[in-house]
């Protein structure tokens, strides 16, 4: 029997990341208050993949009931998150499904096929763009966050679109949210090129980051160039970073790179050795 085989059944380790297999809904419960000191975190999109785990987030009924269920587990991450802590959410949106029920696999995405579609939410049409992000944003800054910034992430390389009425979506949001008032911010760490080259600006809202595929993985992964300026942002080395919807290990991978330290928690076992795998080729030693 393997390392791998031996701890997938409680929790994967490397030296500086440890995987936690389960809801983040339950195992943030198990971690003490003001232990993190930054959440970098991309959860499923609302009704857009179907990953195929039993209480996957992602697959509720209703929007409602998806943003519910988020504002949840983001309540345990703010309660985990030291005095001076940050979340990073980045989110899609998505639109509604026109009366679907169903959705063929894509050759390049397995995860795209799906044996449910949501219904149209109340009050929407048919073909309607749902505002998910912004309704998730809003919802998390009425439970306590302080929504402290809209980035717009613009993705030149973006995926070609069939449609022929109206443009081609190039780019997803990522939400800068804050446990209080007052929070660690290292704006010196992310400043960018003026236009000429000659001097150094603050950072802007619009991120022009190309996506960058994963052949092991069949779903929508961070790229780690935008992990990484979230990361210098909101943290300092050998501080403890928190992914609850880990996937394919984006973070754990930039957070190693950075000299940071990482907890990630993946509800899919399968989606886990995959991270675990992703972590070990970065030379750490296995615990």
Known sequence: MTLLQAKIDDQLDTSDVRIEIGDSREILQDFPENYFQSCITSPPYWGLRDYGVDGQIGAESTVDKYIEDLVNIFREVRRTLKEDGTLWLNIGDSYTSGGRTWRDADKKNSARGMSYRAPTPQGLKSKDLIGVPWKIA??????????????????????????????????????????????????????????????????????????????????????????????????????????????????????????????????????????????????????
Not at 262 to 267: A, F, H, N, Q, T
Request: hydrophobic share 35%; with cysteine; net charge positive.
């Open 138 to 287: 809003f919802a998390l800054q009425a439970d306590g966050w302080y929504l402290r910034s809209d980035i717009v992430w613009y993705k030149p390389n973006c995926q070609p679109e069939s449609v022929k009425d109206r443009p081609t979506r190039s780019h997803e949001y990522v939400f800068l949210f804050s446990k209080n008032e007052k929070y660690f911010y290292n704006h010196e760490a992310i400043k960018e090129p003026t236009a000429d080259g000659k001097k150094l600006r603050n950072k802007r809202t619009v991120w022009s980051i190309n996506t960058e595929p994963f052949k092991e993985a069949h779903f929508a992964v961070f790229p780690p160039a935008l992990v990484e300026q979230c990361m210098l942002a909101s943290s300092s080395r050998g501080d403890l970073i928190l992914d609850p919807f880990f996937g394919s290990g984006t973070v754990a991978q930039v957070a190693i790179e950075q000299n940071r330290k990482c907890i990630g928690v993946e509800l899919n076992k399968d989606y886990a050795v995959i991270a675990k795998n992703r972590i070990s080729h970065l030379n750490r030693k296995l615990l």
